[in-house]
């Protein structure tokens, strides 16, 4: 299929002061964990979206002196020449494909936890992070802000002799520049405080200095959150915004623009829960009309008509994207060869950034499961290794695990039977995407894989779809002439209350009695569920809210009884403010910090955590902590719903193995579980096995992954910066 000629202008060269770059599509600056001291991972990475057609690569935020140390999190850093060195790495792999490598400097002042620095940062005021916990800034003498701003200037000096073409000042999510130019952190009375052009001018100087610097050679951007959406407190688009473009234009050679604050960046890196594509473009709208300069910004593009459509009508010069770019390194270049079919969308479930909100443990995407794995895994997102022998593979399950595996196998030119008992690929995607409210987008991931398999299949005539089919017992998959096995049958949640907290089910919880649900039970919709509804929560991630959101919306009166901390995860995919202020609008009550000691028809009992005898201390024979002695009180319901653990399905492959002395008379060579199957987890994680099992199933023990390449500083080796050590080396799997 040919290109839609209405998104030929996605492929027009964009000047950006001295450089130039060779589309419309840009990666903005986004962590991945890799930094400036894994660079190889850093390298990689950037690589294979330079290879997929972005124009312009970007590192992580990139720290610009010690007293900006972000430690737990894992940033970029320029501090000395070793650091040059390392991000060389990048800047070569990026040129390689005549692409523009970014950097964007950063000072993060006391949003900046300085763990490992241990100095303390510098603010345009004396004030507490509201994002850190506990860390204080000093307030900036005006030597301290010329030393500042020559933390700026000399960095960029590096980030120039690293190979780096742009050159950012970085100051969206409220890092330092923003700091001075709004009144929320800025108190000052004296030259850099009170007006806006006084508040404007930490900024501009800086600007000013690294364009002194390095200007000519390099494009400097910045990076501005148009309006921090505090109202008065904050930046405002239309009141400082629009203002604040217009004086500091003369420095800038590139916009970069979004909206938010660090506290809720989920504002910026909106995820499809509550955010559709190009949510940030009433506000990017108004900066073309005050600048001539090429303006990006990002909001999740990954229609190309819609991305068209936002050049064409003058709100943005250049796609800015992070997820979309992660999910699919070679989202241009498919959409240049009109292969729009073969683009894994971004599902934004900011599962890619959540990782960072952790602490900085490397990126994974749920789309795409060889993002993080380039480098460390030598995993590239388009190319596969041949298949090495012609083993014929069953895959029982077409799950995100099993769909996934069966993909890459066909791709790898196996001959594939992706077998499941439902009529439909995904698993069970496809309840929580039709049911669950706000999650539509995330079968994004099933429409990727079924598309691509029925691609395949239709090449490779011996591989096979078989849906809708009977549930495979051990027997018959033993005889199904497969030479190899692999079990995808995925999980579900206990019926019986077993949770977290006690490890044991619950006295009373049946899910078998008509007043007591699972989550897959609420799907089915086939028993009545009643006014009053409780939910037992014993898990971390999104069951528990989306299901009191879906029924509270329904018209139940829902209550949580909450043993875990409802939606912990969901603080670092960005969703949890968003989430708590629907569940808040919706009556939502929670118990806190409670578990439940038993159940009876309408009403259960339950405890608090910390109540009194709850200590851990010995109590005598028979005595256990976690059932305290204290008073316990009663809660009643119509419907209880029970969201308190997972159980995998391996039975398929238990019995399997337990017949292993039949697998060589029936020709099978190994059988694998994968999945939920082999313990409930995250779908970026079941994926990621699908794909793991597919590369290595010729491996000896394919059930355990190959070790993978750590990049370790070796005691004893000096620092070289001539030397390039060969272990730096990219190599793909297959190449
Ligand atoms: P994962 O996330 O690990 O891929 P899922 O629970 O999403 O797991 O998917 C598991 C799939 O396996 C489901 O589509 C289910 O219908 C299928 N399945 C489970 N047991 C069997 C079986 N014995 N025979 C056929 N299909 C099965």
């Known amino acids: ?427 069970h995607l496809n309840a929580i995407t039709e049911n669950l409210p706000g999650l539509a987008e995330w079968s994004y991931h099933r429409d990727y894989r079924e598309t691509q398999l029925q691609k395949l299949v239709k090449k490779q005539k011996d591989s096979q779809l078989a849906l809708g089919a009977n549930p495979l017992d051990a027997d018959s998959a033993l005889n199904y002439g497969a030479d190899k096995i692999v079990v995808a049958t995925g999980s579900s949640w206990n019926t019986d209350g077993t949770n977290a907290l006690t490890h044991e089910p619950i006295p009373g919880a049946d899910a078998s009695l008509p007043h007591i649900l699972t989550p897959e039970q609420v799907f089915a919709g086939n028993k009545s569920i009643g006014k009053r509804v409780t939910i037992l929560n014993a898990d971390t991630y999104y069951m528990t809210p989306s299901l009191a959101e879906l029924l509270a919306s329904r018209g139940h009166e829902v209550t949580v009884l909450d043993g875990v901390g409802m939606g912990t995860y969901m603080e670092f995919t960005l969703e949890l403010p968003n989430q708590l202020r629907r569940l808040h609008e919706l009556e939502v009550e929670v118990i806190p910090e409670s578990w439940c000691s038993r159940v009876e028809e309408g009403r259960l009992e339950y405890y608090n955590l910390y109540g009194e005898g709850s200590k851990r201390e010995y109590k005598g024979p028979g005595q256990s902590p976690r059932a305290p002695n204290q008073s316990h009180q009663w809660h009643e319901f119509d419907s209880l719903v029970l969201v308190t653990g997972k159980h995998s399905h391996n039975d398929l492959y238990r019995r399997l193995k337990a017949r292993k002395s039949e697998w060589e008379s029936n020709g099978i060579k190994d059988v694998y579980l994968i999945g939920d199957a082999l313990a409930p987890k995250m779908l970026a994680d079941a994926t990621f096995d699908g794909q793991r099992l597919a590369r290595e199933i010729e491996q000896p023990n394919a059930q355990w992954p190959l070790p993978f390449r750590r990049e370790v500083a070796v005691h004893g080796h000096p620092f070289n910066p001539e030397s390039t050590r060969p272990d730096y080396k990219i190599v793909y799997q297959g190449d």
Not at 389 to 405: F, K, R, T, Y
């Open 1 to 427: 299929m040919a290109r839609d000629p209405q998104h030929d202008i996605l492929f027009e060269e964009v000047p950006v002061g001295p450089k130039t770059l060779k589309n419309r599509f840009y990666q903005t600056p986004h962590c991945i964990g890799a930094g400036s001291s894994q660079p190889g991972f850093q390298a990689a990475h950037r690589s294979v979206k330079a290879e997929g057609g972005w124009a312009g690569l970007n590192t992580e935020y990139c720290s610009i002196h010690p007293s900006s140390d972000d430690v737990m999190r894992i940033s970029a850093r320029l501090w000395d020449e070793g650091d040059v060195h390392n991000l060389r790495a990048m800047t070569d792999e990026v040129h390689k494909y005549g692409s523009l490598a970014g950097v964007e400097l950063w000072y993060g002042g006391p949003h900046a936890p300085q763990m490992e620095g241990r100095q303390t940062p510098l603010g345009p005021s004396h004030y507490n992070s509201e994002f850190e916990i506990g860390t204080y800034c000093k307030e900036a003498d005006e030597d301290e802000i010329q030393l500042l701003q020559s933390w700026y200037v000399e960095a960029a000096k590096r980030a120039r002799d690293a190979g780096f073409d742009i050159v950012y000042v970085y100051g969206a999510h409220s890092y330092m520049p923003l700091q001075f130019l709004s009144p929320y952190y800025n108190k000052r009375t004296d030259a850099y405080g009170g007006s806006f052009e006084n508040r404007a001018r930490f900024w501009y100087e800086t600007l000013e200095k690294v364009r002194e610097a390095v200007g000519g050679e390099c494009t400097i951007a910045t990076r501005f959150a148009v309006d921090s959406l505090y109202g008065e407190e904050g930046i405002e688009v239309e009141r400082d915004g629009m203002k604040f473009v217009e004086l500091v234009d003369p420095f800038v050679d590139l916009w970069d623009v979004n909206i938010g604050d660090l506290a809720e960046w989920g504002e910026d890196a909106g995820p499809s829960r509550f955010y559709r594509q190009g949510h940030q473009l009433p506000w990017q709208k108004y900066i073309k009309q005050v600048t001539g300069k090429p303006v990006l910004g990002v909001g999740r593009f990954t229609d190309a008509t819609k991305m068209a459509e936002v050049i064409r009508n003058g709100q943005l010069d250049i796609i800015g994207a992070a997820r979309p770019s992660i999910a699919d390194p070679f989202l241009p270049k498919k959409i240049e060869e009109g292969r729009y079919e073969d683009i894994r969308t971004c599902i934004g479930n900011n599962v890619c950034l959540s990782r960072w909100e952790i602490g900085g443990p490397p990126m994974v995407c749920s789309q795409n499961a060889t993002a993080g794995e380039e480098f460390r895994r030598g995993w590239h997102p388009e190319r596969v290794p041949e298949a090495e022998s012609d083993d014929a593979i069953l895959v029982v399950g077409a799950g995100p695990a099993g769909s996934e595996c069966a993909r890459v196998l066909m791709e790898r030119g196996y001959v594939v039977h992706l077998y499941d008992q439902d009529e439909k690929i995904g698993g």
